[in-house]
């Protein structure tokens, strides 16, 4: 892929699908998962898909400037006023990438849950105890992470390590992102950071090899 398909300024490597795009490569198997969801009596939507740099600019952006509330590992509101530069940064990434680094900006993942599991008036938070024992997505969850193998997905955020948070609505097409991760280096994204009015460039530019270890690189093995 080419660099601006890799950050999310180019979409052409993308197809239309319910309302949002994703890899022309991944919809196939997307449509299969689809169906035996639909055969195990979930209905699988998509929640996100892909997502262009300039949407993930402004939510970093609004993240980092304090029109959107930071959360905690725990999802629970943040002083941001307490927090250095650096603590902004480091808290944003625990829920939300870097413009440029999103692995929605590829088109092979996706955010996902099961529409006829969500309670009537009840609004998706995409918050780890909606998938957990408990949760109204739980046991979807359950049959998502028995069967989701068989198409070609995984969770890149199936466990906590030390970087994003977990996110068990999180899946990822291994066959293509796998490849598409090793494409997308620390100097490509200096270059399209340094190149964008984002909050916080200086403290970024400055430790970006740091954050791409701990939030980029660092994901689950499928």
């Not at 109204?136 to 998502?144: C, D, G, I, P, T």
């Not at 990822?172 to 964008?196: D, F, G, I, V, W």
Request: charged content about 20%.
């Amino acid at each position: 892929m080419t660099a601006g398909q890799l950050t999310g300024q180019e979409d052409t490597h993308l197809v239309p699908h319910q309302q949002h795009l994703l890899h022309k490569s991944m919809q196939p198997a997307f449509v299969d998962l689809q169906q035996a969801a639909a055969n195990a009596g979930f209905e699988l939507r998509l929640a996100s898909a892909f997502r262009p740099f300039d949407r993930q600019l402004l939510i970093w952006n609004s993240k980092f400037n304090g029109t959107r509330p930071l959360l905690d590992s725990h999802s629970q509101p943040l002083d941001a006023s307490q927090l250095s530069e650096l603590e902004k940064i480091h808290a944003i990434l625990r829920w939300s990438a870097l413009p440029g680094a999103s692995r929605h900006h590829w088109g092979t993942d996706v955010d996902i849950y099961a529409a006829n599991c969500l309670p009537e008036g009840v609004k998706l938070r995409l918050e780890p105890w909606e998938y957990e024992t408990g949760g109204h997505q739980a046991e979807f969850s359950a049959w998502l992470n028995e069967h989701m193998t068989q198409f070609g997905f995984y969770l890149p955020y199936a466990e906590d390590r030390g970087g994003v948070a977990v996110e068990p609505w999180h899946i990822s097409y291994y066959p293509l992102s796998k490849h598409l991760l090793q494409q997308l280096t620390p100097e490509m994204l200096y270059h399209t950071l340094n190149a964008c009015e984002i909050a916080g460039k200086s403290q970024i530019l400055a430790n970006l090899d740091n954050l791409y270890s701990k939030y980029i690189g660092n994901i689950c093995e499928v």
